[in-house]
């Protein structure tokens, strides 16, 4: 009895090591397009990054920012030992909440960095945790301070028609149809093997048929949270007002779809990067 104990343990624990190194190496992939929002700090002495993950961009906010101080917070204890065995100078990881930045009221922080971050608070918690998250960021940002947001944009409301050129492909569609009894609702199959499928549910399969290791703690996850649209109105809610925006399409996913799908109508946007500064707290 207690050998099968310690082997599932054992089973178990190797199992969330190999999640951890794919989610890990994920995230080092696309350190080079995690850049873009480097230059959208500005004239930022205090540079909080929420959700540092692994600290690749912690490494990144270290390097271009040398005289700035960073501070990197996660809520997951191996997330921030990967972060803090980087050494990096000028950073410090603090292992906590997105809703409780241990700084003070309006104390100087000049900009929050939410990459890759709010789609899991999202998908934890919701709308409301992810306007809760936002308040704190507006709460311990000095007055005119910005919050830089990288993640998905969901699609606009609507149905595009889908087809697999490969077989293994076509076979994960039916287990996402199979196991997200939600989903089911959303698509149609035409008799030609085109099936015809809500936007955003689409893009939730779109963005991750490919995940061999992880696939169910994925599928857990909504990566197209809020659109263009209401990321304006949810980040309005917190208090602050949007300076900048790019939607753009991740070249990884286009490349992968070109070779797997044939999409009636192919999205052009999955990634967005907003700018927002402080206008009230609330
Ligand atoms: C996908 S990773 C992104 C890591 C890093 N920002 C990057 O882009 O490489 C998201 C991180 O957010 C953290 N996270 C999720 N919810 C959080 C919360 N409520 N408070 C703090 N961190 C959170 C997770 O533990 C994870 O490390």
């Known amino acids: 009895m207690e050998s099968r104990v310690s082997s599932n343990t054992h089973l178990e624990s190797g199992q969330q090591h190999a999640e951890y190194q794919a989610l890990m190496q994920g995230l080092e992939r696309s350190k080079f397009e995690k850049a873009l ?3 959208l700090i500005e004239d930022a002495q205090n540079i909080v990054e929420v959700g540092c993950g692994n600290g690749v961009v912690l490494d990144l906010l270290s390097h271009n920012f040398p005289s700035s101080n960073v501070w990197g917070i996660d809520l997951d204890p191996v997330m921030c030992e ?4 980087r050494g990096l100078p000028n950073v410090n990881v603090l292992c906590t909440d997105a809703t409780t930045i241990p700084f ?6 000049d900009a929050v960095v939410y990459c890759s ?3 899991e608070i999202f998908s934890q918690g919701g709308p409301s945790q992810v306007v809760a998250s936002l308040k704190e960021a507006a709460r311990v940002l000095r007055p005119g ?4 947001i990288r993640d998905s944009v969901k699609p606009s409301p609507g149905k595009t028609q889908i087809r697999f050129k490969q077989e293994w492909v076509e076979k994960r569609f039916y287990n996402y149809l199979k196991d997200y009894e ?12 085109t099936f ?5 549910y689409l893009f939730e399969f779109l963005t991750k048929y490919f995940y061999d290791v992880g696939w169910d703690k994925e599928m857990q996850e909504v990566y197209g949270y809020y659109t263009e649209e209401e990321f304006r109105d949810e980040l309005r809610c917190a208090g602050f007002e949007i300076v900048y925006k790019h939607s753009y399409l991740l ?5 992968k779809w070109a070779k797997d799908l044939l999409i009636d109508q192919p999205f052009t946007k999955s990634t967005i990067i907003v700018k927002a500064e402080k206008v009230c707290s609330v």
């Open 145 to 148: 301070g910005s919050v830089i």
């Open 251 to 255: 070249p990884y996913f286009s490349e």
């Open 104 to 109: 003070a009221e309006n104390e100087s922080m």
């Open 182 to 193: 939600l989903v089911k609702r959303q698509y149609e199959q035409l008799s030609d093997g």
């Open 196 to 200: 015809s499928v809500e936007n955003s």
């Open 37 to 39: 929002i480097l230059p």
């Open 117 to 119: 971050t709010l789609h």
């Open 82 to 85: 990967a972060s803090k065995s």
